[in-house]
């Protein structure tokens, strides 16, 4: 059985021909995965399909034209790192907790006329219960295309009370960006190099930044399915590499609470992470745009990373719908299975 260390030191091996298996071992080619293999290869849109249980690198597919070397935007999976990097300050004692009203780190609030937005903590951000009406969605090109975004966040009117509603909004996870980039002096990017990456065993490629210089918190950073699934990993692990605590069981623990439920999607969301029931069995996933997954059934000890095309086109929702059946349907119910017989 290959450990976490073990899964991380595969990040450097050449890459697989698309298509082809870049997994080690038989149980690569393990005829449990070849329904979910041939399916996965008839999508246009998939790149990538790694499977690991009990830290074992058991599947590892690469299609139309990816590689496993090559880094991927990742989306909103950005958020559920976001979190982690939150998690690890608090540990560190760079934040004092999730309870923190963020006036702390934006004074500037306290002249907005509307004196609810004082109460709005980092948890709210954590679990997109600021009541700050969205930047995504119809109003993420206006946000984007501000001149500076952290303001533009915080202007939005109030449509809740904070602490209350959910309503998904990657300017949440931007001010928690700028909050880190406060809290430990220096960079979101160089943050998460020292706090995550660099204990995974790799280097974390830079992703956009703001006008101001502050990383973006919550979309477009850069890694390869490797380098997600050994993320998803360190969570499966309660925070722990073979070497030493990355983040706090405890605030693992936080994270997989539900604290809101998406009015578009109907699923749950703790901080940074989405749960949901599959084929039977408790999943916690980060979601990213067009297909982008780290999916964590910690009942089978199993981590799942899809990679997919992340350009808007009118098949990218039937492709998340039928890409989450084939993890469904052939990845987890097929392991589910044969893990009741063991």
């Known amino acids: 059985m290959l450990s976490l260390a073990c899964v991380v030191g595969t990040l450097g091996v050449p890459a697989a021909e698309a298509g082809q298996t870049a997994g080690s071992g038989a149980a690569a080619q393990s005829p449990l995965f070849a329904e979910a293999v041939k399916a996965a290869s008839e999508l246009p849109r998939l790149h990538s399909v790694l499977v690991s249980r009990r830290g074992d690198l058991v599947l590892e597919r690469y299609f139309n034209g990816a590689r496993a070397t090559r880094a991927v935007n990742v989306k909103s999976v950005s958020k559920s790192i976001i979190s982690a990097l ?9 934040l004092p907790g999730p309870e923190t009203p963020i006036r702390s780190y934006f004074p500037e609030l306290i002249k907005d006329k509307d004196d609810r937005k004082h109460r709005i903590t980092i948890e ?5 219960r600021s009541g700050l009406e969205t930047t995504s969605n119809r109003n993420y090109g206006a946000w984007v295309q501000s001149r500076n975004w952290v303001q533009h966040a915080l202007a939005r009117p109030l449509f809740a009370p904070p602490g209350t509603e959910m309503e998904y909004s990657t300017g949440n996870t931007h001010l928690l960006s700028a909050i880190l980039t406060k809290a430990t002096k220096s960079s979101t990017w160089q943050f998460a190099q020292d706090a995550l990456a660099r204990p995974l065993g790799f280097t ?10 502050i990383y973006f918190g919550g979309n477009d950073m850069l890694l390869t399915p490797r380098q997600m699934l050994a993320f998803g990993e360190l969570y499966l692990r309660a925070g722990r590499t073979a070497e030493r605590q990355v ?3 405890n605030w693992i623990e936080q994270s997989f609470v539900p604290r809101g439920v998406s009015r578009i999607s109907g699923q749950r969301y703790g901080y940074g992470w989405w749960m949901r029931e599959l084929a039977g069995h408790d999943a916690f996933f980060a979601w990213g745009f067009g297909g982008q997954y780290i999916i964590l059934v910690p009942a089978l000890d199993l981590v799942v990373v899809t990679t997919s095309a992340s350009t808007v086109a009118e098949d990218r929702r039937t492709h998340r719908r039928t890409l989450f059946e084939l993890v469904e349907d052939l990845v987890i119910a097929p392991m589910a299975a044969a893990a009741s017989t063991q």
Not at 124 to 128: G, I, P, R
Not at 205 to 210: G, K, M, S, T, Y
């Open 124 to 128: 709210d951000l954590l679990t997109m």
């Open 247 to 249: 983040i706090s069981e």
């Open 86 to 94: 939150v998690g690890v300050a608090i540990d560190r004692g760079l």
């Open 204 to 213: 974390l490629a830079r992703w956009p930044q703001d006008p101001q210089g």
